[in-house]
């Protein structure tokens, strides 16, 4: 038996986390950039509190926390929708705004 699926994505979801109190600057810039769009919707997207943890290694130069220590960092866990085409742009902006943020 042979199967055949023929799959067209034109939509993905883009999740980032971000600190808490940079979470509503980042949505607006990422829903202008043109993420966020379901149907005759804008500005559409989902946000849960988390706590983020990373560990810098040896060769970082970390603005938040210590080199070689597991860090927990609470923060906001931002999802939208976005078509195919914007998503270079989106995530271009996104770090952008990291840079910015930590």
């Known amino acids: 038996m042979v199967i055949k699926v023929n799959i067209n994505i034109n939509k993905v979801k883009i999740v980032v986390m971000v600190p808490r109190s940079n979470a509503d600057s980042l949505r607006e810039i990422i829903c202008n950039t043109g993420a966020g769009v379901i149907g005759n ?7 849960t509190k988390v706590i983020g943890t990373f560990k810098p290694n040896s060769k970082a130069n970390p603005t ?23 998503v ?10 990291l840079i910015s943020y930590h």
């Open 88 to 97: 270079k742009e989106v995530i271009h902006m996104r770090h952008q705004e």
């Open 41 to 47: 919707y804008t500005d559409c997207s989902v946000s």
């Open 64 to 86: 938040i926390g210590r080199k070689e220590k597991l860090e927990k960092v609470k923060e906001i866990k931002l999802e939208v929708i976005c078509i195919v085409e914007k």
